[in-house]
């Protein structure tokens, strides 16, 4: 008799230390599990709707309607910037601005260039030069292997050309990329700004 409860005390034991491992396991493994999908699921979060917007400016134009969205989105912002500075001349600078557009050249960019993962929207900004983006553009387009999974938002300023011709050479180089339909403010409208800036994020849902 005692021999039989020793043995039912002792196969007790091994139940409750059996029972007691498989939950700790289950714990972990959960707990393991959730730690995973919560960082991925922060991370889509992100990703899903994480904008940046990168620009260049000469005279300062573009660089404000760049901050304007920075503030309306919540977005990254980054100011792309070629090695060489350029003249501050308008007619000098016409005359680079039309070399550069004849050679098809890539001015070189300073600085360590964005790193786009995780990014789902760029604001890509530029003055219109000669009824086209500056050729750096391009360099920074060039770039990327590809912009796959990512919407470009094109805004521009300019005296008059609104967004000139520059949506081909976008198209062109920023490859695999979703484009919506660009802003292009004329210098006088600089004013308005945050009004234009608004209606415009509206029509693009954000
Ligand atoms: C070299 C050069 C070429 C330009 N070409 C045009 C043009 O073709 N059409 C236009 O409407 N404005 C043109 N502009 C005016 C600029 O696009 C405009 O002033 C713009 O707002 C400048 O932006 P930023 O201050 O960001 O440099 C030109 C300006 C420069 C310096």
């Avoid at 964005?114 to 770039?143: E, Q, R, S, V």
């Avoid at 920023?174 to 509206?202: E, H, M, N, P």
């Amino acid at each position: 008799m005692r021999k039989l409860s020793l043995i039912l005390i002792g196969l007790g034991a091994i139940i409750i230390v059996g029972v007691l491992l498989v939950t700790h396991i289950n714990t972990d493994k959960n707990s393991g599990t959730t730690t995973n999908q919560t960082v991925a699921a922060t991370k889509n979060k992100q990703s899903d709707g994480k904008s940046i917007v990168i620009y260049m400016t000469r005279t300062g134009n573009t660089a404000t309607v760049a901050k304007t969205i920075q503030k309306q989105v919540g977005a990254d912002i980054y100011h792309l910037q070629t090695k060489e500075k350029y003249p501050t001349s308008y007619q000098k600078m016409l005359k680079v601005a039309r070399s550069e557009q004849n050679r098809n050249s890539r001015p070189e960019l300073t600085g360590k260039l964005p790193n786009l993962t995780g990014y789902k929207y760029i604001f890509l900004g530029y003055p219109i030069w000669l009824d086209k983006n500056p050729m750096a553009i391009n360099t920074f387009l060039n770039h990327y292997p590809s912009f796959k999974g990512k919407t470009i938002l094109p805004f521009t300023t300019s005296g008059s050309s609104g967004l000139g011709s520059s949506m081909p050479e976008l198209k062109q180089y920023a490859k695999r990329a979703s484009f919506r339909s660009g802003l292009g403010l004329t210098d006088d409208q600089l004013g308005d700004t945050k009004q234009l800036v608004r209606s415009w994020l509206a029509k693009n849902h954000f």
